[in-house]
């Protein structure tokens, strides 16, 4: 059985790692052009999307109910958004502004803790391995917009992250009340059974981390143009 840390979660990690690291520089420092810079972004959103729809799909079989299609987490439904926010959108689009923070917060912790590795004897069972993968090209989508700066972050833009966790507890109520699904976007239940890690929690943390991530991006960049100047 899979575990956390376990043999098969290293490996995966070391061959994520390995493959992520070595396209993102070959991406970096041999595509100079623009539009083939978009292409490969786009295709990158496009295994995105067909990753969490096969996590979806995976889910919904294995439950055997219609209504696990719907994403009810906000792994899930940011991978869902995120996808087509790079497939349709332009560069630096607002959507990717109120998404992209809750991908790469959420993907690295599912990344280095997925807690759902051990619902199948093999990692390379449907859901545990859809699971890992689209968790993993978010946070490659991330790192990679950011780097062929597709995606700016500025703190000028702060209101997209709260109005995109806005939309999504409201989808959330929208899936309990309506739809009739017992919890989530964990409103109904914390992260970890038994402590106190509830949704409103969950944002103060995120705040934190999206205000130091801002603070400490503003300041590379004040740092970086004091030096072009001298």
């Not at 803790?113 to 993993?136: C, E, K, M, N, W």
Request: aromatic letters at 14%.
């Amino acid at each position: 059985m899979p575990k956390i840390w376990g043999i098969e979660h290293i490996f995966y990690l070391i061959f994520w790692t390995i493959l992520g690291v070595a396209t993102i520089c070959f991406i970096k420092k041999k595509i100079k052009d623009e539009k083939t810079l978009t292409i490969i972004t786009k295709c990158i959103g496009l295994l995105l999307f067909m990753s969490i729809i096969w996590n979806r799909i995976s889910i919904a079989v294995v439950a055997k109910s219609a209504l696990k299609l719907f994403p009810e987490s906000f792994c899930g439904t940011t991978s869902l958004v995120f996808s087509l926010a790079i497939i349709f959108g332009k560069k630096d689009n607002i959507v990717l502004h109120s998404v992209a923070y809750f991908g790469i917060v959420g993907g690295l912790i599912t990344i280095f803790y997925p807690d759902f590795i051990g619902q199948a004897p093999s990692i390379f069972h449907s859901r545990t391995i859809s699971g890992l993968v689209h968790h993993t090209l978010t946070v490659y989508l991330f790192v990679l917009i950011i780097l062929t700066k597709s995606f700016r972050p500025t703190y000028k833009k702060w209101y997209a992250v709260v109005l995109g966790g806005t939309c999504f507890m409201t989808y959330g109520l929208f899936l309990i009340k309506v739809i009739g699904l017992p919890d989530a976007m964990l409103i109904e239940n914390p992260i970890l059974s038994g402590t106190k890690l509830y949704w409103y929690a969950i944002c103060g943390i995120f705040l934190l981390l999206y205000g130091v991530f801002i603070a400490s991006w503003e300041v590379i960049k004040i740092l970086i143009e004091r030096k072009k100047q001298n």
